[in-house]
């Protein structure tokens, strides 16, 4: 079976964190990468708290510079350094981000001590052969990005079937993997009994944005839909005023981009409360829908 992806929700509060719920941040690890999904106040004592380590980061994608998305990437970088971090640290966000992120590291005395490489994005602005990143801008008063994860769908073969036909690791299986037959042994195998085609699987972020015609098309099939849900529809008019979702907006785009499961988060402290005043708005709408509490973790 292939590696499944994690995520961990490492803050999951709007602007003003309360003691249940930290500042925005969220770490999807897949295959050796560690993506750090915005870093607020706070997120190296969820690093902590989650029984992580920060030094396995190996990517940064910053939805926008609102303090509360991006006040923990100073303690984040020194940690880094002070604990021998040696890898290049990548770090990608929307229009603006080279200029802010230079002054932050001229503003803390950052010496080189790593290589920071720094990337404004949009669409498709990363890809290997497990994965591609694509960004879309959002609307917010200021640069903004969401992001996908897409894990590409590939040709996998059963080790299973391999042990049980006693079929031994070798150049044969880059057949199967092309969906080939092959001869082992002088024994003719079928591809479709050795192998099964696994389809691609979609990770969306959405945080910080006012309702917009550009949140479905990157979202759409989505496997897991992880959004902003600030305020509830009874105050629709103040989040347009703030540039936010409601929850009711959220799920309503989670069933015309066809998700899977949508997770809502950046809930506003005003619902400390009473949570599930988000949560059942969302339901009428989408039934496969998830508040997401901190250190919370799925896979997929």
Same mark, same amino acid.
């Given at each position: 079976?292939?590696?499944?992806?994690?995520? %961990? !929700?490492?803050?999951?509060?709007?602007?003003?964190?309360?003691?249940?719920?930290?500042? /925005?941040?969220?770490?999807?690890?897949?295959?050796?990468?560690?993506?750090?999904?915005? =870093?607020?106040?706070? %997120?190296?004592?969820? !690093?902590?708290?989650?029984?992580?380590? /920060? =030094? +396995?980061?190996?990517?940064?994608?910053?939805?926008?510079?609102?303090?509360?998305?991006?006040?923990?990437? /100073?303690?984040?970088?020194?940690?880094?350094?002070?604990?021998?971090?040696?890898?290049?640290?990548?770090?990608?966000?929307?229009?603006?981000?080279?200029?802010?992120?230079?002054?932050?590291?001229?503003?803390?005395?950052?010496?080189?001590?790593? /290589?920071? +490489?720094?990337?404004?994005?949009?669409? &498709? $602005?990363?890809?290997?052969?497990? !994965?591609?990143?694509?960004?879309?801008?959002?609307?917010?008063?200021?640069? =903004?990005?969401?992001?996908? $994860?897409?894990?590409?769908?590939?040709?996998?073969?059963?080790?299973?079937?391999?042990?049980?036909?006693?079929?031994?690791?070798?150049?044969?299986?880059?057949?199967?993997?092309?969906?080939?037959?092959?001869?082992?042994?002088? &024994?003719?195998?079928?591809?479709?009994?050795?192998?099964?085609?696994?389809?691609?699987?979609?990770?969306?972020?959405?945080?910080?944005?006012?309702?917009?015609? +550009?949140?479905?098309?990157?979202?759409?099939?989505?496997?897991?839909?992880? =959004?902003?849900?600030? !305020?509830?529809? #009874?105050?629709?008019? &103040?989040?347009?005023?703030?540039?936010?979702?409601?929850? #009711?907006? %959220?799920?309503?785009?989670? &069933?015309?981009?066809?998700?899977?499961?949508?997770?809502?988060?950046?809930?506003?402290?005003?619902?400390?409360?009473?949570?599930?005043?988000?949560?059942?708005?969302?339901? +009428?709408? $989408?039934?496969?829908?998830?508040?997401?509490?901190?250190?919370?973790?799925? #896979?997929?």
């Amino acid at each position: 079976m292939p590696e499944k992806i994690k995520i %961990t !929700f490492l803050g999951t509060s709007d602007a003003i964190p309360s003691a249940a719920r930290n500042h /925005p941040s969220f770490l999807l690890t897949y295959q050796g990468e560690n993506i750090l999904v915005d =870093c607020g106040e706070g %997120t190296q004592r969820q !690093f902590r708290k989650a029984g992580l380590n /920060p =030094c +396995k980061i190996t990517r940064i994608l910053i939805t926008h510079w609102h303090a509360d998305h991006v006040l923990g990437i /100073p303690g984040l970088l020194k940690t880094l350094a002070l604990s021998g971090y040696n890898k290049t640290l990548y770090v990608y966000g929307p229009s603006g981000t080279r200029e802010l992120m230079n002054s932050l590291l001229k503003l803390f005395g950052f010496r080189n001590e790593y /290589p920071i +490489k720094i990337e404004e994005v949009r669409g &498709k $602005f990363f890809e290997n052969n497990e !994965f591609r990143l694509e960004a879309e801008s959002m609307t917010h008063g200021i640069p =903004c990005n969401a992001y996908s $994860f897409v894990r590409k769908g590939k040709i996998r073969i059963d080790k299973r079937k391999l042990k049980k036909f006693k079929i031994k690791e070798g150049r044969h299986l880059s057949n199967l993997k092309e969906g080939k037959n092959i001869i082992y042994n002088g &024994k003719r195998y079928l591809a479709k009994n050795l192998a099964y085609h696994e389809n691609e699987k979609k990770i969306s972020i959405v945080l910080d944005t006012s309702l917009n015609n +550009k949140i479905a098309p990157l979202v759409k099939n989505s496997d897991v839909f992880i =959004c902003e849900s600030s !305020f509830h529809s #009874e105050l629709g008019k &103040k989040a347009k005023e703030y540039q936010h979702l409601t929850a #009711e907006q %959220t799920a309503d785009i989670a &069933k015309k981009a066809k998700v899977k499961r949508l997770i809502l988060t950046h809930i506003s402290q005003r619902y400390n409360k009473n949570q599930e005043k988000i949560l059942r708005e969302a339901k +009428k709408i $989408f039934r496969n829908v998830y508040l997401a509490k901190d250190l919370d973790v799925i #896979e997929v």
